[in-house]
């Protein structure tokens, strides 16, 4: 009996309907960066078992707009755009494990379903939202990469506006933040199939870059603004100093992680 193919869901006689095509995973992006402190309790909530908060800056917090272009090795969907370009906005702390300091996306919304499937995988928390950034262009009124340049980013998921920033350059800097630039650790989690059944799957994972590229990076200050909304809890990260704000353009590879540890996180 023939058997069925693909990467991910769904999986038919060609695999050729999967979600996405197996790793590497290829990505192009525009990113905008604003980090910020807020109250380490609030970080410490969101981290499950073994993980600890950062010993240095623990309530830092980075929120991230992104324009992607992504595709596999064969490079196909950047031919056939509506399957290699989406955007999403996320939020990273740093937290602790046995001594090592790590990157953690506690939220983030993609505007596509690819996105989604990807982020099941590798244990981004991913939901579906509506993201916009301003992009730079050297020609009419958008901004240029230059001092005094203003982008703008909006977040909203579920028809409320969840998040919007204005970002103004200052000049070239050496990074685009500090909060985003470990390693992830994140946990893959599949509730079981019976019920009051657990986890099927529990696992802490450790996730990067297989290969990076960035250009110049620039640094500004943002004016950002967080809201409640009935089904997101982002705004409980609430702003209580700012950092700084970034523009930075990246290309990354990503090839997959390394399991840390399984079933002790002690999810529900």
């Given at each position: 009996?023939?058997?069925?193919?693909?990467?991910?869901?769904?999986?038919?006689?060609?695999?050729?309907?999967?979600?996405?095509?197996a790793?590497?995973?290829?990505?192009?992006?525009?990113?905008?960066t604003?980090?910020y402190?807020?109250?380490?309790?609030?970080?410490?909530?969101?981290?499950?078992?073994?993980?600890?908060?950062?010993?240095?800056?623990?309530?830092?917090?980075?929120?991230?707009?992104?324009d992607?272009?992504?595709?596999?090795?064969s490079?196909?969907?950047?031919?056939?755009p509506?399957r290699?370009?989406?955007?999403?906005?996320?939020?990273?702390?740093?937290?602790s494990?046995r001594?090592?300091?790590y990157?953690?996306?506690?939220?983030?919304w993609?505007?596509?379903?690819?996105?989604i499937?990807r982020?099941?995988?590798?244990?981004?928390?991913?939901?579906l939202?509506?993201?916009?950034?301003?992009?730079?262009?050297?020609?009419?009124?958008?901004?240029?990469?230059?001092?005094?340049?203003?982008?703008?980013?909006t977040?909203?998921?579920?028809?409320?506006?969840?998040?919007?920033?204005?970002?103004?350059?200052?000049?070239p800097?050496?990074?685009?933040g500090?909060?985003?630039g470990?390693?992830?650790?994140?946990?893959?989690?599949?509730?079981?199939?019976?019920?009051?059944?657990?986890?099927?799957?529990?696992?802490?994972?450790?996730?990067?870059?297989?290969?990076?590229?960035?250009?110049?990076?620039?640094?500004?200050?943002a004016?950002?603004?967080l809201?409640?909304?009935p089904?997101?809890e982002?705004?409980?990260?609430?702003?209580?100093?700012?950092i700084?704000a970034?523009?930075?353009?990246?290309?990354?590879?990503?090839d997959?992680?390394?399991?840390?540890?399984?079933?002790?996180?002690?999810?529900?």
């Amino acid at each position: 009996m023939a058997g069925v193919r693909g990467y991910f869901h769904p999986k038919t006689a060609t695999g050729r309907s999967s979600l996405v095509p197996a790793p590497p995973w290829h990505y192009s992006g525009d990113l905008l960066t604003v980090e910020y402190r807020t109250d380490p309790a609030r970080v410490r909530e969101l981290l499950p078992a073994p993980l600890e908060l950062a010993a240095d800056d623990p309530g830092a917090v980075a929120l991230i707009w992104a324009d992607w272009q992504s595709c596999g090795d064969s490079r196909e969907e950047l031919l056939d755009p509506v399957r290699a370009q989406y955007k999403e906005a996320f939020a990273v702390v740093r937290c602790s494990y046995r001594g090592r300091t790590y990157s953690r996306c506690v939220y983030i919304w993609v505007d596509k379903d690819f996105a989604i499937a990807r982020g099941l995988h590798q244990g981004y928390p991913k939901k579906l939202g509506s993201i916009h950034l301003t992009r730079p262009h050297p020609y009419g009124p958008a901004p240029r990469l230059e001092p005094g340049a203003r982008f703008g980013a909006t977040l909203a998921a579920a028809d409320r506006r969840l998040a919007q920033a204005v970002v103004t350059l200052h000049g070239p800097a050496e990074s685009n933040g500090f909060v985003n630039g470990h390693p992830m650790a994140h946990h893959r989690w599949l509730p079981a199939i019976g019920k009051n059944g657990g986890l099927a799957l529990d696992e802490l994972v450790e996730s990067g870059a297989a290969a990076f590229e960035g250009g110049q990076p620039w640094a500004g200050e943002a004016d950002l603004e967080l809201f409640d909304a009935p089904t997101e809890e982002l705004a409980r990260l609430e702003i209580r100093e700012p950092i700084g704000a970034y523009y930075r353009q990246v290309g990354v590879v990503w090839d997959g992680g390394t399991l840390l540890e399984s079933g002790t996180s002690g999810a529900e």
